[in-house]
């Protein structure tokens, strides 16, 4: 892999994603399994896909972090997506969220729990703040149990888009 290396685990590898890659966000967002659980709840058309990485990249340049590219180390194949956003609730610059999505087929092999552990580890080495979120669909059950398992501590519901979601915190 030429690209720069983010974060790597024993089988995963985080990278930051290319001004080309929105047809692999796509992918990964374009079934209505994929996408019940995000905002929208419907499969993300290309344009949507251009548009959250353009978010994802503007992120990466304002706040040192985002969700990013998610490879398979063995043989460098897309899986999915993970890394940290501002999730604005409350406070203009709000906090910060740890989000992650898995395609399809790879779901089932533990490659959530490595991602939002290594994850959880990298962000507080690098001391991008005190504590971070995370949320979830309220039926999404599999992401409830990854994020106990890494060590997240429930805290109040939220709101988004209208639902009330079960939310989670880690601290230092």
């Known amino acids: 892999m030429s690209e720069t290396i983010i974060?790597?685990?024993?089988?995963?590898?985080?990278?930051m994603w290319d001004k080309r890659?929105?047809?692999?966000?796509?992918?990964l967002h374009?079934?209505?399994e994929t996408t019940r659980y995000l905002s929208g709840a419907a499969?993300?058309?290309?344009?949507?896909?251009?548009?959250?990485?353009?978010?994802w990249l503007g992120e990466q340049a304002?706040?040192?972090?985002?969700?990013?590219?998610?490879?398979r180390r063995d043989d460098g194949r897309f899986i999915g997506r993970?890394?940290?956003?501002?999730f604005q609730e409350e406070s203009e610059r709000g906090e910060f969220?740890?989000?992650y999505s898995i395609r399809r087929e790879a779901w089932g092999n533990g490659y959530a729990t490595e991602i939002a552990g290594a994850l959880a580890d990298w962000f507080f080495k690098r001391s991008f703040a005190r504590q971070?979120?995370?949320?979830t669909h309220p039926e999404n059950a599999a992401s409830q149990r990854v994020l106990c398992k890494i060590g997240m501590q429930p805290r109040a519901p939220i709101l988004v888009d209208g639902i009330v979601c079960p939310s989670f915190q880690m601290s230092r």
């Open 97 to 99: 969220e740890l989000g």
């Open 62 to 71: 304002r706040d040192g972090v985002t969700k990013y590219k998610m490879l």
């Open 132 to 135: 971070f979120i995370a949320f």
């Open 43 to 55: 499969p993300w058309s290309l344009e949507k896909a251009e548009e959250r990485l353009k978010t």
């Open 21 to 27: 890659d929105a047809h692999m966000i796509r992918q």
């Open 7 to 15: 974060l790597e685990t024993p089988r995963l590898v985080l990278i």
């Open 82 to 86: 993970a890394g940290f956003s501002r």
């Open 30 to 32: 374009s079934t209505i």
